[in-house]
């Protein structure tokens, strides 16, 4: 290398190209010492951000799993908890059952009082199993784990089935028995076309005249017209259908122009749906207007109304007996033991859908590792007291028929509520084993594999600042050096100006 030209400086070019990388070694440094992570994008390290990735994945997963087992573990405790009562109640019910079976109770008095308080504590248990929930799943209605699959999508929108025994999961049948309706009132008047006239088709309706159209009390304001919102002589039917469509929000129902008829129909099906149309005459110069052609009925101010329909249905479970659906709302069928299903538009009419829903009794199913099918699974069974004390041979068939108002009834109440202890004990013990040995236990082995992930992942992507604080010195120092010899390899040309001199 010449130091005697002048044209191109390599000394400095050289120590330049030397401060350029160890300035970009010294803004490496800075950046892992201040995030604290060794690999801050994929030019760091592009194998150990994949695999620091999986593993953060991974990490963020086992927390989301642990949180599953100890969700669990509260939902085990909130249904033993009420369990706990329960059983309470069964021991209170016993005692008056041995009380009412001695003879030292002669009296029917003393028998039905202690029958009342039977039947007061058996409310409660009816009530306990009804309502005990956590984040609104029921626990002991027999409705956890129940897994309801619509096989007919045509007919059946949805169904939710609780309450099923094991004898009737299966398939499930739906024969409509009634049909929901729409709340629905017309018009009488013959309609030949949307553009006839409201006056047309009434008697005496003369220019000047106005009727006022309310449905469910709202005034129709007609726009479409000089008579202040009224129906006046040259209203069209299809002015008073969109406006009724322009207003369907205040009012709640649809309009067409149907069978020669003007037809308002409620916007939603079921009995909770009402439609009242009321005309009401505003002026009558003339005093010949005859309404009675609009609607049915006489007088000036004429008035219809209807109410919507709920459909029925007998549902049948696995082959069983029908179960009648009646408390529901629409086109939703509901029944206060086995859940609701709600039809479609198709399906809202009488007939059979058979095969149309398919019911599994399972059990509550815990996601609690970080893989497909990493589950546990717990079965509640039905704890409603229809449900408990059955198949003693018992002159009763559940806990929920007992009476102890005879010697006879307590004696044979025993049985009964002696199965039902057991049944409720043994599912006290089942839930604290799947606490204790399936979520507590796992919940502690996400823990320690957690523990090691996070481990694994810091070891590869966080910054190991002892390391990297020498690495910094270095730099810094390698930096400082590089820019002091810039500074004399810029001044080495100065030496030709000797030469020059002579």
Not at 164 to 175: I, K, M, N, R, Y
């Amino acid at each position: 290398m010449a130091l005697t030209s002048i044209n191109q400086n390599i000394s400095s070019i050289n120590a330049q190209r030397n401060l350029q990388l160890n300035s970009v070694r010294l803004q490496k440094s800075v950046e892992r010492l201040s995030s604290g992570l060794r690999i801050n994008r994929g030019a760091d390290d592009p194998s150990g951000l994949i695999i620091s990735e999986l593993l953060r994945a991974q990490v963020s997963s086992l927390d989301v799993a642990q949180q599953n087992a100890m969700e669990g573990v509260n939902l085990i405790k909130t249904a033993e908890g009420a369990l706990n009562e329960v059983n309470g109640l069964l021991r209170q019910i016993r005692s008056l059952t041995v009380a009412a079976a001695s003879d030292s109770n002669q009296s029917d008095e003393s028998r039905a009082a202690l029958q009342q308080q039977v039947a007061s504590a058996l409310t409660t248990l009816e009530s306990i199993a009804s309502t005990t929930a956590y984040g609104g799943r029921k626990l002991l209605d027999g409705s956890a784990g129940t897994k309801s699959t619509v096989v007919d999508n045509t007919h059946i929108a949805s169904a939710s089935l609780t309450g099923l025994t094991e004898t009737q999961a299966g398939w499930v049948d739906v024969s409509v028995t009634t049909a929901a309706a729409k709340a629905s009132v017309s018009s009488a008047a013959t309609i030949a076309a949307a553009t006839d006239t409201f006056a047309g088709d009434m008697v005496g309706f003369d220019a000047g005249d106005e009727v006022a159209l309310y449905i469910n009390g709202v005034k129709v304001n007609i726009t479409n017209n000089a008579q202040n919102t009224n129906i006046g002589s040259t209203t069209q039917w299809q002015d008073i259908v969109d406006a009724i469509a322009a207003q369907q929000s205040a009012l709640g129902v649809t309009a067409e122009i149907s069978g020669g008829e003007l037809v308002i129909s409620s916007l939603d099906y079921g009995s909770d749906q009402h439609v009242s149309v009321e005309y009401r005459k505003v002026t009558d110069p003339g005093s010949d207007m005859d309404l009675t052609t609009a609607l049915a009925g006489d007088g000036e101010n004429l008035f219809a109304a209807d109410a919507g329909v709920d459909a029925v249905a007998d549902v049948t479970f696995n082959g069983g007996a029908a179960v009648t659906f009646s408390a529901g709302s629409g086109l939703q069928l509901s029944h206060a033991t086995y859940g609701s299903i709600t039809l479609t538009a198709a399906g809202n009419a009488v007939g059979d859908w058979t095969s149309a829903v398919y019911a599994e009794q399972g059990a509550l199913s815990f996601q609690i590792g970080i893989q497909a099918g990493q589950t546990v699974s717990m079965q509640i069974q039905n704890c409603s007291i229809s449900q408990l004390g059955t198949g003693t041979g018992s002159t009763f068939a559940s806990l929920a028929d007992i009476d102890i108002s005879t010697v006879d009834g307590a004696n044979s109440a025993l049985a009964v509520i002696d199965q039902a202890i057991s049944e409720i004990s043994t599912l006290r013990g089942d839930l604290g084993a799947f606490q204790a040995n399936q979520l507590e236990a796992q919940a502690r082995s996400l823990a320690v594999a957690r523990e090691n992930l996070a481990a694994s992942e810091s070891g590869i992507r966080d910054t190991d600042f002892a390391r990297e604080m020498a690495e910094f010195t270095t730099s810094q120092i390698l930096v400082q050096s590089a820019v002091s010899f810039l500074a004399q390899a810029n001044n080495l040309p100065n030496n030709v100006l000797s030469l020059i001199r002579g």
